[in-house]
């Protein structure tokens, strides 16, 4: 069985690349939205691996940590992980506070 991993890209488009190139044996879903990857998240087999970035729309970055909380309540084994711009360590600081985060990625604002 190959390995589940759902990316959550709440920037559309952001994770395309990612999503191709993390190989033939994984099973790779995209979401573009928390509702839409909640749902992914109650079927089976589940996922080892959900990655979220944050929305660049939302300077709070609010949706992504509030996700990450709710993909926790549903999903408990499921690893989480949070991209966030490099400039943003209040985010980073909140999110591993509240949310059961596993890791953070940084990535440049300009991404």
Do not use: W
């Amino acid at each position: 069985m190959s390995t589940r991993i759902l990316l959550v890209d709440l920037q559309g488009g952001s994770f395309t690349a990612l999503a191709s190139s993390l190989g033939a044996d994984r099973e790779t879903i995209v979401a573009t939205n928390p509702t839409e990857a909640i749902a992914l998240l109650g079927q089976s087999p589940p996922f080892a691996v959900v990655v979220c970035n944050c929305d660049s729309r939302d300077h709070t970055s609010s949706a992504s940590i509030a996700f990450l909380a709710e993909a926790y309540e549903h999903a408990t084994k499921t690893t989480r992980i949070l991209v966030v711009p490099r400039d943003r360590a209040d985010v980073i600081f909140e999110a591993v506070n509240r949310d059961h985060i596993f890791a953070f990625l940084t990535e440049d604002s300009s991404s």
